[in-house]
């Protein structure tokens, strides 16, 4: 049987709940997240499995750390769980297309299927879907919000501040 917990932390991108699956991070959710579970599936509330995942959110907050060393218990497909293990290979300040990564999964022509599963995301930020771009450097979905997304990316330096403000234009 599998026991589940959860805490929610300040970030400056507002509230993060935090779940743990058996005492392994297994989401990551922002305020108003689309395909954010229902509160309720959470489990408990209880800190005490989240200490190192909330060291590394604070370092990278800082600036101080710019990739995350933690373990993950991701649920989703086989396709869903290739496409998340890619975008942690994206590095911090960079971008990656939805083709790209469909062709680094060897999978040409699957960047359709590729934004369905990053959309599907379960742990934001740590998993950085917010690094993948449309082809033409535009700001696209993001489960946590355009206008976060455009903050992330400004704040690892891979946009500028003015870029992508309704979903159009290049970031760079």
């Keep these: 049987m599998t026991s589940r917990s959860h805490t929610v932390v300040d970030s400056p991108y507002g509230p993060l709940t935090l779940v743990a699956t058996d005492g392994v991070l297994s989401a990551l959710y922002m305020t108003e997240q689309r395909h954010r579970p229902p509160q309720e599936t959470f489990g408990e509330v209880d800190a005490r499995p989240f200490g190192g995942v909330i060291d590394q959110l604070d370092e990278y907050f800082a600036g101080e750390r710019t990739e995350f060393d933690l373990p993950l218990l991701l649920h989703g497909t086989p396709f ?93």
């Excluded at 299927?113 to 917010?130: D, E, F």
């Excluded at 535009?138 to 400004?154: A, E, H, N, P």
């Design 80 to 172: 869903q769980r290739s496409v998340w293990e890619q975008l942690r290979t994206i590095p911090y300040g960079e971008t990656r297309s939805y083709g790209q990564l469909a062709d680094a999964l060897g999978k040409s022509g699957a960047s359709r299927a590729v934004g369905l599963a990053n959309g599907k995301n379960p742990v934001g930020i740590i998993v950085p879907c917010h690094r993948v771009i449309g082809s033409t450097g535009s700001l696209t979905g993001y489960g946590g919000g355009l206008d976060r997304k455009q903050r992330l990316l400004v704040f690892e330096g891979a946009a500028r501040a003015d870029a992508g403000r309704s979903g159009a234009g290049t970031l760079f």
